[in-house]
């Protein structure tokens, strides 16, 4: 079936520090990614949509210059959370799925753990 | 806006129990519904995908039902066991290909045995 693996599933690093997180399919090509974010207790929220090839789209809330989101190929989209700060510390998880069919697959996720 | 409720929050049963787990939602114009378990510190495991034109499905010791006019959905579980513990998300598809989940809270399901 089909997988996708992210990476690192656990982050700990300084405020201030930028962060990189990659999502790959790994057995299919995906055009479209999807970038989520769970804080303790609540429900996972699509932070944006990332395209392969041209520029991703974010949900309202969610800055842009903030988190940095490349997509330059059909298995690889890269989150890059700039300038760290606590309010950031969550749990990141990628999904996608072949030709943008479902069921959605999702990553193992990255826990991400600003100090 | 598509807003998805699940209730309860928590669960404790003891080990052979079945037991339901509900999901609403506030718009009934869906693509389909997807359950997903969620280990502690871990990413999603889809359990079940109803299409909104299905009214149930079934996998295992797992039925899924949707009444997308009422905007409900239900995960039954039999014959619960210890490994079944973990957080069971209720996710939403508005549209086809190229749209996102809109997810519930989850419920958080523990067995003892």
């Known amino acids: 079936g089909a997988v996708v693996s992210q990476h690192p599933s656990w982050v700990i690093c300084k405020s201030g520090t930028s962060v990189k997180i990659e999502c790959r399919s790994l057995d299919f090509q995906a055009t479209t990614m999807f970038w989520y974010r769970q804080f303790p207790k609540q429900s996972l929220m699509l932070m944006a949509t990332?395209?392969?090839?041209?520029?991703?789209?974010?949900e309202q809330g969610v800055e842009k210059d903030k988190f940095l989101i490349n997509h330059a190929s059909l298995t690889l989209s890269t989150l890059t959370v700039t300038s760290a700060h606590p309010e950031d510390s969550s749990f990141y998880i990628c999904?996608?799925?072949?030709?943008?069919?479902?069921?959605?697959?999702f990553g193992d996720g990255t826990r991400l753990s600003i100090l | 806006k598509q807003e998805v409720t699940q209730i309860p929050a928590a669960l404790s049963v003891p080990e052979g129990e079945n037991l339901v787990l509900n999901c609403s939602f506030t718009d009934s114009a869906i693509y389909n519904l997807q359950w997903f378990r969620q280990d502690p510190g871990k990413g999603l495991t889809s359990l079940l995908l109803?299409?909104?034109?299905?009214r149930e499905q079934t996998s295992g010791r797992l039925n899924a039902s949707l009444d997308k006019s009422s905007g409900r959905s239900t995960l039954y579980i039999a014959a619960s066991q210890p490994g079944d513990s973990a957080t069971y998300l209720c996710a939403v598809r508005l549209g086809q290909a190229g749209t996102a989940l809109i997810f519930g809270k989850g419920t958080t399901l523990s067995v003892s045995s």
């Open positions: 109803i299409q909104s034109s299905q």
């Open positions: 990332s395209n392969e090839g041209s520029k991703a789209t974010y």
């Open positions: 999904s996608a799925s072949p030709r943008g069919e479902q069921p959605q697959h």
